[in-house]
């Protein structure tokens, strides 16, 4: 019974230090909703330290000609994402267009960017850290020329 | 024997109470190392940007759809950030304007003789169309438009002198924002511009606000 419980705590132990160290970063939220027939609906929660590992796994080539022509703004980006955490709590954006509305603004630590149309909503919630990491990602993966 | 049973029993009920913290901990999303940490910056972070300055544009339109515009931007993050820029025109912070976009008027030339003039109208322009004012009066420097047809514009812009010193303080065909930017996170709440026609509303200024109200 003792070998028995100690399996199972060193198995709970295992997974919980797995769970924390992929949850570090918080949780992203991407929610897409499409109003029209057949339209698609995406709800995601991800642990957001799987974005840069997302990056990491996208084919070099794939993304090397995006990468070339972001390489001038990705050191602006970082300092922009690096600035973010000072304003955790913050409107950025807030845009009105008839019956569309977009925001960008900083909550809890995370970057949300929200789109809502009558033809779609699109929420992005996004920690900053783990943003912070993509764009180290994406930069060490940015072609020399 | 019994002790140590007792001892071994003891040690992991606390490790399994630990471990049972540590589950909920996980199961209720809270980032555990960077939750820690972020919520040491968060608080260095809010203490910090109580002294920030923060540049506001507010635009409303009342034609059409009704659009309005919202943007508000930290000026020391603003400032960061255009000097990481280095693309096309804009490089560390500094825009390159060629002289045929100045209509060949040496743009530096005028402001340094605004800068070292006393307080005053310099230009004062009326026509059929419109009514141009440029003067410098406490250290800002004031420029008025009145149109009088189509519309009924009046555009308003108030730049502080130091601003416009530091702008152009680069090379001869630079404005530098970044020290613009700087000089500017210095001053007290400001009104920088304001645009008012039959439709539409443009308001720019500068505070220690970090969201503009309506």
């Known amino acids: 019974m003792l070998l028995l419980s100690k399996i199972a705590l060193g198995f709970g132990c295992t997974v919980l230090v797995a769970g924390g160290y992929v949850m570090r970063d918080g ?119 | 024997m019994m002790e140590r049973v007792r001892k071994t029993h ?35 972070a809010s203490q910090e940007s109580k002294t920030d300055r923060w540049l506001h544009v507010r635009v409303d339109c009342t034609d059409g759809k009704g659009e309005k515009v919202r943007i508000n931007v930290p000026v020391e993050m603003a400032e960061k950030v255009l000097g990481a820029v280095n693309h096309d025109r804009l490089q560390g912070g500094r825009i390159r304007i060629h002289a045929a976009e100045v209509h060949g008027v040496d743009l530096r030339a005028i402001l340094d003789a605004v800068r070292t003039s006393k307080d005053g109208e310099f230009v004062t322009v009326q026509s059929r169309e419109d009514n141009v004012r440029v003067a410098k009066r406490s250290g800002f420097l004031l420029i008025n438009v009145d149109k009088k047809e189509a519309g009924r514009d009046h555009v308003e812009i108030r730049v502080p002198m130091k601003v416009v010193d530091a702008l152009v303080s680069a090379g001869k065909d630079e404005l530098d924002i970044v020290a613009a930017l700087r000089v500017l996170s210095r001053e007290g709440d400001t009104e920088l511009v304001s645009v008012k026609d039959d439709r539409n509303t443009v308001h720019v200024w500068l505070d220690a606000k970090s969201g503009s109200t309506d």
């Open chain 1, 27 to 145: 949780v992203m939220h991407i929610s897409v909703d499409e109003y029209r027939p057949g339209g698609d609906h995406v709800h995601l929660h991800l642990p957001a330290s799987l974005l840069p590992m997302i990056a990491h796994f996208v084919p070099q080539r794939d993304c090397a000609r995006a990468l070339r022509e972001a390489r001038d703004v990705l050191p602006a980006a970082k300092v922009a994402v690096l600035e973010l955490h000072k304003y955790p709590d913050a409107e950025f954006a807030d845009i009105w267009d008839g019956d569309e509305h977009a925001q960008i603004r900083t909550r809890g630590g995370k970057l949300q960017i929200d789109v809502e149309s009558p033809r779609e909503n699109v929420h992005l919630s996004l920690p900053v850290a783990a943003l912070r990491d993509f764009l180290d990602e994406l930069e060490s993966r940015a072609p020399d020329n």
């Open chain 2, 10 to 44: 003891r040690l992991s009920r606390s490790f399994m109470t630990a471990a049972l913290a540590l589950l909920f901990a996980v199961l209720l999303g809270v980032p555990l190392s960077g939750g820690a940490a972020y919520a040491a910056q968060s608080a260095s």
